[in-house]
């Protein structure tokens, strides 16, 4: 593997564990396994846990297959209340959708983090890093409940969440408070989310802490989604879903699909990027953005900008954000791998907020990827009518991708099969989905209202919403945003 900004030459095991290139770009693999039609046909009779082995084992070369295996056995084994894992769910004659919604957090993050806790601790020994690896996360909701999940009692780890006080959902905080374990640590911020990711930056930035973590056994390391050990397990389920579609004879060998992919921070996307460079055969990526359309003004004109750019808090939320972490992994691709320009590109954007690419590469861009956004009453007059034509119940999130597909197919008139990334179980956003299908909210709260969306539409309330609101709460500390590094001192004290 290299680093999208430099020369430097890496295992895909340094690359896990270190998550971020030495200068500050990502890691990228160099050449990407080929898989032919006959192997991905000989998918289709396999389970989610074979599918996955077939695919990391040629995108991780120096892990044996017989660790991966049992890596992917402990990742989704349990906890997932489908045994397919990433079931595919027709909605109409061309239109399906690949619930990733099935593990613990009820969000497509568990997908990667079930994994990425094997993939690190394995990467650990095989560079011989014997401290305990101690992840710190700033979440705005769904990623630090799923980091917290994937971590929880694994032997060798230790992850800490910081949350915004004010600035998550009350299942999500919920979520978060009542985790178990004894490994696990979560915090509230007195700010908002940037507060958290700043602090937890200047952690990860500051040598005292890094001297005082090493005194005590630990070396900090990082879950989000700029590790490549985040990104690869996401691939599996592009080729899953292509195996599915063979399996059940809707589409025939070799026959091109289009993915449409609600868009945050570029990553999930780009995995079905990946699949496609490693032969599945892919017609159109939709990037699919709510009212924060950055990308979608990137992938018309060129142009990145968020110099003046407004930020919309919206009932999608996971999907709010400016700066794509993951966009630096396409755009070296579309410069033909040149880490110069992409370095250029990303010093462009923090000292100007602002970049262009030129013709080449946004020629690049539009041979592959489709692009739209919708706002807050589209997404949920798209809820509703999914629900009322298909009786097909989607999340705040999925259904910006859906309304996204839809306009895209009608003026592309393209006739290939589609297939919509779900990315969060409806029950994750009780009150706006049961607000989208019509129904009076009035002053009900999260727990109220998934009942009622239960009720209202003879769907499952999954048993992790259900049991929320008796599990105890077990972590309570607070912090002031400039004490971060002393509340977690303080927190691996009291353990
Ligand atoms: C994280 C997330 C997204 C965005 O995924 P990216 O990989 O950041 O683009 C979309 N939907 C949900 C529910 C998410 O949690």
Known sequence: MRSTRGNERVTCSQAILRGLAPDGGLYVPEQFPEFTVEEIIGMSKMSYEERATEILSRFL????????????????????????IAPLTPIDANTFSLELWHGPTLAFK??????????????????GE?????????????????????????????????????????????????????????????????????GVKKIFGSETFAKEMDA?????????SINFGRLVPQIVYYFSAYADLLANGSIEPGEEINFSVPTGNFGDILAADYARRAGLPVGRLICA??????????????????LNRPFYKTCAPSMDILISSNLE?????????????????MHLLSSEKRYEIDMTMRTRLNALYACGYVDEARLKAEIGRQY????????????????????????????????????????????????????????????????????????????????????PIRHTAVCERDKMPQALLDALKAR
């Open 61 to 84: 070369p120096d892990f044996a297959r017989e660790e991966l295996q049992e890596a992917i056995h402990g990742a989704y084994g349990t906890g997932f209340d489908d045994p397919r």
């Open 110 to 127: 568990d997908m990667a983090l079930q994994l990425l806790p094997y993939l690190l601790t394995m990467s650990a020994k095989k560079n």
């Open 130 to 198: 014997n401290r305990e690896i101690f992840i710190l996360v700033a979440t705005s909701g769904d990623t630090g409940k799923a980091a917290l999940e994937g971590f929880l009692d694994v032997p060798g780890t230790r992850c800490a969440v910081f949350y915004p006080q004010d600035g998550v959902s009350q299942a999500q905080r919920l979520q978060m408070v009542t985790t178990g374990g004894e490994n696990t640590h979560v915090i509230a911020v007195r700010g908002n989310f940037d507060d958290a990711q700043s």
């Open 216 to 224: 005590q056994g630990r070396v900090l390391s990082s879950a989000n």
């Open 289 to 306: 953005s709510n009212s924060n359309n950055v990308l979608t003004d990137f992938i018309n004109t060129g142009v990145y900008d968020i």
């Open 329 to 345: 992994r396409l755009l070296f691709s579309l410069s033909g791998n040149d880490a110069e320009k992409t370095a250029e590109l």
């Open 388 to 471: 009322r034509e298909n009786h097909y119940l989607m999340d705040t999130h999925t259904a910006v991708a859906s309304a996204v597909l839809n306009d895209y197919v009608h003026s592309s008139g393209d006739t290939r099969k589609n297939v919509i990334v779900s990315t969060a179980s409806p029950y994750k956003f009780g009150p706006a989905v049961l607000s989208a299908i019509g129904e009076d909210v009035g002053d009900m709260d999260d727990f109220a209202c998934c009942r009622k969306l239960s009720e209202v539409t003879g769907t499952r309330e999954p048993d992790q919403i259900k049991r929320l609101p008796e599990l």
